[in-house]
T-cell receptor, first 114, second 111 residues
Framework: DSGVTQTPKHLITATGQRVTLRCSPR?????VYWYQQSLDQGLQFLIQ???????AKGNILERFSAQQFPDLHSELNLSSLELGDSALYFC?????????????FGPGTRLTVT | GQQLNQSPQSMFIQEGEDVSMNCTSS?????WLWYKQEPGEGPVLLIA?????ELTSNGRLTAQFGITRKDSFLNISASIPSDVGIYFC???????????FGAGTILRVKS
């Protein structure tokens, strides 16, 4: 158990819909990262928040957005969903905002868009 | 963008055998990490390396940070069935940069 929690574990929705994925970091960690893992793309970094502020952006689509709240939990919002958005979405956390190392991953949310 | 070339893509070995896998890049990294992912789970950090030439062990796992800083190696000795999973390398170019992940090595063990 990494100490990072993610909900829900599974999500099935239709194209065009909007969903919200939630992540709680390990106690004491200030940074939250979001990743997308699909069969053909591997593990892709989407976005990082550090202590409530966006710190780094990766391959995140404009239809996707995220935020980190004062209690440090984070939400990833995915809108206008397409079939290709079906993937595993992981949240990771770390103490530091700049080093990126020693990220601890949550169990993931499996999103299926039908 | 930066890419990590991880090899082999997959391995199917006999229980008890040693395993070697590696990651290479054309870029210089200042941090290398190795993760293991089991089906339905998130990646779990196995070993972190911070200095060129560093050799670090975690039980039967040993990883090395290449002296050129462009590669890293992971060895697993005396493999057992629970070693099955996907092993990812990840590197960070410098402070403040995102992690770049390799495509993974799928390890299967015959008992």
């Amino acid at each position: 158990d990494s100490g990072v929690t993610q909900t829900p574990k599974h999500l099935i929705t239709a194209t065009g819909q909007r969903v919200t994925l939630r992540c709680s970091p390990r106690s004491g960690d200030l940074s939250v990262y979001w990743y997308q893992q699909s069969l053909d793309q591997g593990l892709q970094f989407l976005i990082q928040y550090y202590n409530g502020e966006e710190r780094a952006k990766g391959n995140i689509l404009e239809r996707f957005s995220a935020q980190q709240f004062p209690d440090l939990h984070s939400e990833l919002n995915l809108s206008s969903l397409e079939l290709g958005d079906s993937a595993l979405y992981f949240c990771a956390s770390s103490v530091d905002g700049g080093t990126f190392y020693e990220q601890y991953f949550g169990p993931g949310t499996r999103l299926t868009v039908t | 963008g930066q890419q990590l070339n991880q090899s082999p893509q997959s391995m199917f070995i006999q229980e008890g055998e040693d395993v070697s896998m590696n990651c290479t890049s054309s870029s210089i990294f200042n941090t290398w990490l190795w993760y293991k992912q089991e089906p339905g789970e998130g990646p779990v950090l196995l070993i972190a390396l911070y200095k060129a030439g560093e050799l670090t062990s975690n039980g039967r796992l040993t990883a090395q940070f290449g002296i050129t800083r462009k590669d890293s190696f992971l060895n697993i000795s005396a493999s057992i069935p629970s070693d099955v999973g996907i092993y990812f390398c990840a590197g960070q170019l410098s402070y403040g940069n995102k992690l770049v992940f390799g495509a993974g090595t799928i390890l299967r063990v015959k008992s």
